[in-house]
């Protein structure tokens, strides 16, 4: 399917919207459903982008005064400089991993299956982080972004 019909690009925009704001893939979410509908190849992955940049938009407006007030601080503002020194940090390992191995990521990974198995694998890992925290109250929460360290970033 080279376009998607309405009925395809209403069911994708959905997936998207409602993983999109949940700690979830939203990407992951769109390549099952997409392969579940059918709607697969290059103009599929463009598709993708374009709504998955609309879903980009909408966190960028949701989160403006945020935004604003980190580009305002930038250089002045102690908290300002953390959040975007955590955002560095947060992002780098993910940055220089993504480079070294783009093209075994995508030609192994960009499938339903291993989005699938990571899917189980990674509810598994976050049940096990939650029972761990209940289990041990003396772990620091972190309730807030500004109370991160770049460790916490890390």
């Known amino acids: 399917m080279d376009h998607p019909t309405l009925f395809v690009a209403l069911l994708l925009g959905l997936v998207e919207g409602l993983t999109e704001f949940l700690p979830i893939s939203s990407t992951g979410h769109l390549i099952v459903a997409g392969s579940l509908l059918g709607y697969t190849g290059e103009q599929a ?22 935004l604003l007030t980190v ?26 991993l993504g480079l070294a191995f783009s093209k075994a990521i995508k030609s192994v990974l960009f499938a339903p299956v291993p989005v699938a198995c990571a899917f189980v694998i990674g509810a ?28 916490d970033a890390l």
């Open 45 to 66: 992955k463009v598709f993708e982008i374009v709504i998955q940049a609309g879903a980009i938009l909408a966190v960028c407006w949701e989160f403006r005064v945020r």
């Open 71 to 96: 580009a305002r601080g930038l250089g002045r503002d102690a908290r300002a400089n953390r959040f975007v020194l955590n955002l560095f940090v947060a992002f780098l390992p993910a940055a220089v």
């Open 124 to 151: 598994f890992v976050i049940l096990w982080a939650e029972r761990r925290q209940r289990l041990r109250p003396e772990t620091v929460r972190i309730d807030d972004v500004d109370a991160m360290r770049w460790t």
